[in-house]
């Protein structure tokens, strides 16, 4: 292709002939207009040279890009959005700030004060100490701490208020007393509950360490191994179940292995699955006064199931009220109680059963296990214990939870005791022939 420059087509149109005034204003017109455009092209070849980086590109245009997704329909446009840039905190600096704080000067000691030299390894000690005492690491244990231990992996308390109940479900059968049997029974019921309690404090260690309540177990705090809470869990069982087979009955050691397994196997994995969990622990503590029972007659009369029925009432407003002032430890821990998830429930089953024990009360002289004056003489009980659990359903407050917590410690005792008073006397059959 021919290229000519703008002087040279000056050139051109200046040799042009000029016949009249159109084309003598055509003429200047034309070169004043290419001497502009020499001048342009020559600014716009200068300007390109110096500054190739300020060029228009297409990274310039990126507000035109879109980002393509697909939906059940097709693809589908959307725009992308622009990323704001983020300032770090630390490359802000306000020195206005900076300025305006003023040293603080150094203070003096007062004359005849006695500073005391400073360590410079001080500070390395001291944070080696504290990161040691972070540090896990495993108790040492002497022997003479092992009875401490051994109490409170089998829940002492628990264990004896399961004996007791136990033994008053002994008491309360028809049947001359027999201290060999007793004591059996006894010894049997108490190391079936430590075999129970332990493990379940085996099998919950991550979940107590999350617990207020259970953080100082000895499992928790490593005092003892696991394999030394198995061990201890079955040489209690072990020993338990024997002496209520051969030293009872084997009514008495099925339900003592029972017990044992509905503990450790049902209520312990349900109290992190469901709310279930509360009626299968009542049916657990229900069990120990029947074993008293059926270890005295040998057999499952309905007197013992009205005991059985009193214990399994009873552990509802004492549970319930217990559990609601540990909502946030059970909720930490991960446990599926009524009082965390059903709130209003709880409460209403803790006054359905204060309510329901007025009746079984009544039942007591019905099946011929005491006389007609205990449901006179506990219904005092019964209603002052119904009055804290509707003052409980109708405000649940911890004030309310606590006082019918405190109430059902003692009423249950109360209750046995005065059931125990009542009971119904019945002759031996010999004696019975005799007196006919």
Not at 194 to 208: G, L, M, R
Not at 362 to 369: E, K
Request: proline share 7%; hydrophobic share 40%.
């Amino acid at each position: 292709m021919y290229k000519t420059s703008c002087s040279r087509l000056t050139g051109v149109w200046k040799c042009l002939p000029c016949d009249g005034l159109v084309g003598v204003s055509v003429q200047q017109k034309l070169i004043a207009n290419a001497a502009r455009s020499l001048t342009s092209a020559r600014s716009l070849i200068q300007l390109c040279r110096k500054n190739q980086a300020e060029w228009i590109t297409f990274q310039h245009l990126c507000f035109l890009k879109r980002q393509y997704v697909k939906s059940s329909s097709g693809l589908c446009q959307r725009a992308r959005p622009k990323q704001e840039h983020v300032v770090s905190v630390l490359d802000v600096r306000d020195d206005s700030v900076v300025s305006q704080v003023q040293q603080i000067p150094a203070l003096k000691p007062e004359p005849g004060t006695v500073v005391p030299p400073s360590d410079p390894t001080e500070p390395e000690a001291a944070r080696a100490a504290c990161l040691e005492a972070r540090q896990w690491k495993e108790l040492k244990v002497e022997y003479s701490d092992l009875p401490g231990i051994y109490a409170r992996l089998s829940k002492l308390k628990l264990t004896a208020l399961v004996v007791t109940t136990a033994a008053a479900g002994f008491a309360m059968a028809p049947v001359p007393f027999d201290p060999v049997t007793f004591l059996m029974a006894s010894v049997g019921t108490c190391l079936s509950s430590c075999t129970a309690n332990s493990i379940n404090q085996y099998f919950e260690v991550p979940f107590d360490s999350n617990m207020n309540r259970t953080k100082n177990r000895p499992l928790v705090r490593g005092q003892i191994s696991p394999l030394h809470a198995v061990s201890f869990a079955l040489a209690c069982g072990i020993p338990g179940v024997t002496l209520l087979t051969l030293g009872a009955n084997p009514l008495t050691g099925f339900l003592g292995a029972l017990n044992i397994f509905l503990y450790t196997c049902c209520y312990t994995p349900l109290k992190r699955l469901s709310i279930t969990n509360t009626w299968v622990g009542a049916v657990v503590g229900a069990i120990p006064p029947v074993m008293g029972w059926t270890a005295a007659t040998g057999s499952l009369d309905p007197g013992a199931l009205l005991l059985g029925g009193f214990l399994f009432s009873w552990q509802f407003p004492h549970f319930n009220a217990l559990s609601w002032n540990l909502r946030e430890d059970y909720s930490r821990g991960g446990y599926r109680m009524m009082s965390v998830t059903h709130p209003d429930l709880c409460k209403r089953v803790a006054l359905r059963h204060s309510v329901g024990l007025i009746g079984l009360s009544a039942l007591g002289p019905v099946l011929d296990v005491t006389t007609w004056t205990f449901p006179l003489v506990s219904l005092p009980i019964n209603l002052y214990i119904s009055y804290l659990a509707f003052r409980f359903y109708h405000c649940g407050d911890r004030q309310n939870a606590r006082k019918l917590f405190f109430c059902s410690l003692w009423h249950l005792p109360m209750l046995l005791l005065l059931a125990l008073t009542c009971k119904k006397s019945r002759m031996p059959q010999d004696e019975a022939s005799v007196a006919l």
